[in-house]
């Protein structure tokens, strides 16, 4: 069964540190995995999206890495804001499968406090 | 743009009672989605609508039915309310199902507990 595992699970730290999100995935093989910010009560939106080919994409401060070989996908955050606080999900999608075929995690929670 | 809209936003039933979410789009996408998130759970499918007119069951459709009543709207239905799916169930689009690449928008989730 495809599993995406993320950790930590949650996640403090003061406002204009740096943190990195990780998320393990078992699908294969593989298509795109995406990264979704998901805020208290609200939907989650979409922050970045990385191919198999790609290595490195960045949305302002956010910078989502990917190593297809070992399975492994990061989000850091630079210089992070109070409004940074939401719930991080990765979403994994499988090599020939719909929208209908993605496998979410269970997300990080990151807190930013002053 | 509103995006994806939802109603309601909350709702308590008692187990056995029925009721419908209703979900709408205004970004002219085809495909149309109802998923329900748990703690400690990734987000789960429960039908998907590729394009009007068609409708398919996801990772967990037991007891629950859709429509997809229009290009526009796509709603979820409980005939019959168990604790079991009190949850917050989420609403998305995408302008083509059949590629992985396609974003998903999300509306704002309804929060639903039954007792």
């Known amino acids: 069964k495809n599993q995406v595992e993320q950790s930590p699970q949650s996640l403090i730290i003061l406002e204009g540190k740096n943190c990195t999100l990780q998320?393990?995935?078992?699908?294969?093989?593989?298509?795109?995995l995406r990264w979704y910010k998901q805020d208290t009560g609200r939907g989650p939106v979409s922050l970045t999206i990385?191919?198999?080919?790609?290595n490195t994409k960045s949305n302002g401060r956010y910078t989502a890495t990917l190593d297809a070989d070992t399975k492994q996908s990061s989000l850091h955050i630079t210089a992070s804001q109070l409004s940074d606080s939401a719930s991080y999900i990765c979403v994994v999608s499988p090599l020939g499968g719909t929208a209908s075929k993605l496998t979410f995690g269970t997300g990080t929670r990151l807190q930013v406090t002053l | 743009n509103a995006g994806v809209t939802q109603t309601p936003k909350f709702q308590v039933l008692k187990t056995g009672q029925s009721m419908t979410l209703q979900c709408a789009q205004d970004m002219n996408h085809n495909s149309m989605y109802w998923y329900r998130q748990d703690p400690g759970m990734g987000l789960r499918l429960i039908y998907y609508s590729a394009s009007e007119g068609t409708t398919d069951k996801g990772e967990v459709p037991n007891g629950y039915n859709v429509s997809r009543l229009n290009k526009r709207e796509f709603s979820l239905r409980l005939e019959s309310a168990a604790p079991s799916q009190t949850s917050v169930y989420f609403c998305?689009?995408?302008?083509?199902?059949?590629?992985?690449?396609?974003?998903?928008?999300f509306g704002p989730g309804t929060r639903l507990t039954v007792l």
């Open positions: 998305a689009s995408s302008e083509r199902g059949g590629s992985p690449y396609n974003e998903q928008f």
């Open positions: 990385m191919t198999f080919s790609e």
């Open positions: 998320c393990n995935y078992t699908v294969s093989p593989f298509s795109n």
